[in-house]
């Protein structure tokens, strides 16, 4: 049997969300107090993370930086969160890797 004789079958499935995106976000915006020229050449690779509860099944926390803004979101699968989402603005300043979460 040749390889042309070989038929693959792709199935995708659209998977719904238990309720939409939340774009209500707790918000704090921070001044590092540094020069606005100090670190904004930088070029701060953006970077995200996860961690998982070891006592609560079916909740975790995941985060992302990008720029000077850092995003941290913890969900459930079993309950629905209120006031789950928190982001950090830094201003004149990128985050830097290196945050766990441990």
Known sequence: MALT???????YKEVFLRTPPNDDWNEI???TGG???????VKAQQWSGGFV??????RFIYW??????FEMVEESLDLRLV?????YKFTDSPVLNGISIT
């Open 5 to 11: 004789d070989i038929n693959y079958s792709v199935q």
């Open 29 to 31: 915006t921070l001044n």
């Open 35 to 41: 020069v606005p020229s100090t670190l904004q050449d």
């Open 53 to 58: 509860y070891k006592q609560i099944q079916n």
């Open 64 to 69: 992302r930086s990008i720029h000077n803004v």
């Open 83 to 87: 006031g789950n989402q928190l982001r």
